[in-house]
């Protein structure tokens, strides 16, 4: 996995474009959840 070049590929570029949008939506997803249950924190106590 390391050894993959940098764009030697279309293909291969828009499959990395692709993980780096799952990546972000993941972070945002966890952002979210941190900040829920900060919320439910501070309602609980």
Request: glycine share 6%; aromatic share 6%.
């Amino acid at each position: 996995m390391a050894s993959q070049g940098k764009g030697i590929a279309p293909k291969r570029k828009s499959k990395r474009q692709r993980r780096q949008k799952i990546i972000v939506f993941i972070m945002i997803i966890a952002m979210l959840l941190s900040t829920i249950t900060a919320g439910l924190a501070l309602f609980a106590f």
